[in-house]
Structures are given as structure tokens and as C-alpha cells.
């Protein structure tokens, strides 16, 4: 059956670019007809907090790919509407995750719903991480025009349920599958040499815990910040990796670290981490810590499960859906004390080696294959198919 995705994929960068071109790559193995709808503006320079919006080096990657909408022309989101019309697909999978997004998605979607056209909206966040005006009146009007609904976690259900009286009926939830686009596993004494950290110790036993991903105050480095000015961390000898651009004021965290005294155990590499050099970030370090003060679901999670690398994660929105206690990780209040305890247990008693194997043993629960089966079956058991 014919279907188009709508939403960012290569050459945009982003998580959900990511995703969205895995679950094109799942399809089309399968044999597929399937397209992505992409933007060719997403967000206006004064909106964008980041120093770049693409990455390069993908375009080879990007196929059956139209880079059609401006998020500010409503003329290209009418051509948009007419083109999806034109080629008659059997659904449309929209991607949502920001309220920016609903005025012109919501043309889009009414245009093309005109056409009989079964419309899922694959929703990240029913809240945006930042409040923004307007917010749930946005958000309600991109829901309305949608016919059902695919979440990656139980809180964003509940969202939709408590927040927009969505019928549970027309939601299914389905896991954030492993991003399968960083490649493999390397040996962890390479991925050092690779960042230039297998120098900083002599005797190169140095214990590394990291933080992935832009860097914003929902992620709670400031938190994870305090804990590596515990006493306990310090005799341990473990260092930070921070690895992402910092959408949050730099300077402030600078300060922090500062008057914690803790900069010799900390190590920045402040830039958006390309595909290519993610692999050595995860492989280098011991554990994942996510000390999030709100969530929804995570995207670090599923490339920590891509590298087997076990986590840390705080008990806040979905986060407790992608892990099982002392089996693949820790799942903790977000205070100091709890992730200090978290990370004195993991060193102390050697538990690398079993939470990676039990990460193994879960793969299957996180496939592309069960997510796209999700919707296939969402239009099998509509109106319209």
C-alpha cells in the first residue's frame, strides 16, 4: 500500500529527522511504496536555537524525499495538500511534535482529508518542553483534523486522553525503536582514542559517564553537574562526557562548574554530534545518565540500546517505559543523592557486562518492524481501507 510521511528528514538534522528516515528505510526493504514529505524551510533563523539546521554529507542517503514545505508560505502548504492528493496514497503518517508546526500541517491535513485520505499523527509531544502562547489551542487544532493516533509512550497517551479528550480507542502506543543509523559497536579503548580522552590518564582506567544531546534546562545537566561534585564521584574518579550544541546559555553551566570545582572531570565537546561520530561518544563512555527533570520518551535511550550501553535515567514522564530497574540501568528520582547511589552500585559491583547483556536480550521489543506494523494495521482496521 501506497503511503507519505510528512515531516523533517535528511538533510535536516534532529532526532526526528532520524526517525522518520528509518521508518522510510523500513518500508521500502519491505518492498513499500513510500515517500517523505519533508520542509524546505522548517524554522525561520530568529526561531532557531541552534547554529545550523542541516547536516551534510546525507544528501547520498535522501531518496523518494520532497523537500515541499515552508512553514511560513501558505501557497507551498495548498501545493502541498494538491500533491499528496495527486498521488493517492493509501494513508498519511504526519510527524508532530511542536505547536510551530500546527498552523500550517493543519491546512495541509484538511485539504487532503477532503480526498478520503486516512491521516496518523505520529506524536512525540502533546506539550512542547518550553511553553509557548497559545500552545493547546495550536495542538488542538492539528488534532482535530486527524483520524488516529501513534505514541511512543503511556504519558503522551495520557496527554492526549486528559488534555484534548482523544478517545483511547484511536491511540496506539508503540515504542521509540533504536536508531539502527549510527552503525556498530567499536571497542571502547578505540572510541577514546578517537575523542582524545585515552591520553587524559595515564594509566588510562579512568571511569566515563555521558551526557548526549542538546543541551536544554528540561535535561537537567545542571543536576548531573552537582552530582559530580559529590565526594563519592570524586574518589571515584569519574569524569563527564557533555556531548551536544547548548541550546541553553553556555556561560551559566561554565559558571557552575566553576565554582563546583569539578572542571578537571568534566569534558565538553560543545558542537551538534554528526552520525558519524556518535558511535565513539556512546562506545567510549560506561554509562548513559539522563537526569531529566520532564520527558516524554527519548531518543538517547534508543541509541543507547543501538550500542548496548546501559543507563541512567530519571523517573519523570516516559522514561520508566524504556527501562527495568538494576537490569539495563537505573531508573531514579532526579535528586544528587539518588544518581550518585546509581553510579557508586554500577562501578562498584562491576554491572556493565549484565545490564549490556539484558539490552541485547530486549532488542526485539524496539524494532522498526513493530512500529511500522502499527500502522499499517491502524489503516486496516479504519474506514477507508
Known amino acids: 500500500m501506497k503511503k507519505i510521511i510528512i515531516g523533517p528528514t535528511y538533510p535536516l538534522r534532529g532526532?526526528?529527522?532520524?526517525?522518520?528516515?528509518?521508518?522510510?528505510?523500513?518500508?521500502?526493504?519491505?518492498?513499500?511504496?513510500?515517500?517523505?514529505?519533508?520542509?524546505?524551510?522548517?524554522?525561520?533563523?530568529?526561531?532557531?536555537?541552534?547554529?545550523?539546521?542541516?547536516?551534510?554529507?546525507?544528501?547520498?542517503?535522501?531518496?523518494?524525499?520532497?523537500?515541499?514545505?515552508?512553514?511560513?508560505?501558505?501557497?507551498?502548504?495548498?501545493?502541498?495538500?494538491?500533491?499528496?492528493?495527486?498521488?493517492?496514497?493509501?494513508?498519511?503518517?504526519?510527524?508532530?511534535?511542536?505547536?510551530?508546526?500546527?498552523?500550517?500541517?493543519?491546512?495541509?491535513?484538511?485539504?487532503?482529508?477532503?480526498?478520503?485520505?486516512?491521516?496518523?499523527a505520529w506524536i512525540d509531544n502533546v506539550h512542547p518542553h518550553e511553553s509557548v502562547p497559545f500552545q493547546d489551542i495550536l495542538t488542538r487544532l492539528f488534532l482535530r483534523n486527524c483520524d488516529a493516533f501513534v505514541v511512543m509512550s503511556k504519558s503522551v497517551q495520557k496527554d492526549l486522553i486528559d488534555c484534548h479528550n482523544i478517545s483511547n480507542k484511536k491511540i496506539v502506543v508503540s515504542p521509540h525503536p533504536i536508531y539502527n543509523v549510527f552503525g556498530r559497536s567499536i571497542n571502547k579503548n578505540v572510541a577514546k582514542k578517537n575523542l582524545g580522552i585515552s591520553n587524559l590518564s595515564i594509566k588510562n582506567n579512568d571511569k566515563y559517564i555521558l551526557f548526549f544531546g542538546l543541551v536544554r534546562k528540561y535535561k537537567g545537566l545542571n543536576l548531573l553537574l552537582e552530582v559530580m561534585a559529590s565526594e563519592i564521584i570524586r574518589k571515584m574518579n569519574i569524569k563527564l562526557i557533555i556531548a551536544g550544541e547548548f541550546y541553553d546559555n553556555k556561560e551559566n553551566y561554565m559558571k557552575k562548574i566553576d565554582s563546583l570545582g569539578i572542571g578537571d572531570h568534566i569534558i565538553i565537546h560543545d558542537h551538534y554530534i554528526g552520525n558519524d561520530d556518535v558511535v565513539n561518544y556512546f562506545c567510549a563512555s560506561d554509562i548513559v545518565v539522563q537526569p531529566y527533570i520532564t520527558a516524554t520518551q527519548s531518543g538517547v535511550s534508543m541509541v543507547a540500546y543501538n550500542f548496548n550501553k546501559p543507563m541512567i535515567l530519571t523517573d519523570v514522564g516516559g522514561l520508566s517505559e524504556y527501562l527495568v530497574h538494576k537490569k539495563n540501568g537505573y531508573l531514579v528520582n532526579p535528586n544528587v543523592e539518588d544518581i550518585v547511589l546509581a553510579l557508586e552500585d554500577y562501578y562498584v559491583n562491576d554491572r556493565e557486562k549484565i545490564f549490556s547483556d539484558f539490552m541485547i536480550a530486549q532488542r526485539n521489543d524496539y524494532s522498526w518492524g513493530k512500529l511500522a506494523r502499527t500502522f499499517n494495521e491502524l489503516y486496516k482496521t479504519s474506514k477507508y481501507a
Not at 513510500?34 to 524554522?43: G, K
Not at 501545493?79 to 498521488?87: D, E, F, G
Open 15 to 120: 532526532g526526528i529527522s532520524q526517525s522518520n528516515y528509518a521508518l522510510q528505510s523500513y518500508f521500502e526493504g519491505q518492498g513499500e511504496d513510500v515517500a517523505i514529505v519533508s520542509y524546505s524551510l522548517q524554522y525561520p533563523k530568529w526561531l532557531f536555537p541552534g547554529k545550523k539546521q542541516t547536516v551534510n554529507g546525507l544528501e547520498r542517503n535522501v531518496k523518494n524525499t520532497f523537500n515541499l514545505i515552508n512553514t511560513l508560505n501558505p501557497f507551498s502548504w495548498v501545493k502541498v495538500a494538491q500533491w499528496i492528493s495527486t498521488k493517492k496514497p493509501s494513508y498519511v503518517i504526519v510527524r508532530y511534535w511542536h505547536p510551530y508546526f500546527a498552523i500550517c500541517l493543519s491546512l495541509i491535513l484538511a485539504l487532503i482529508r477532503k480526498k478520503s485520505i486516512f491521516i496518523i
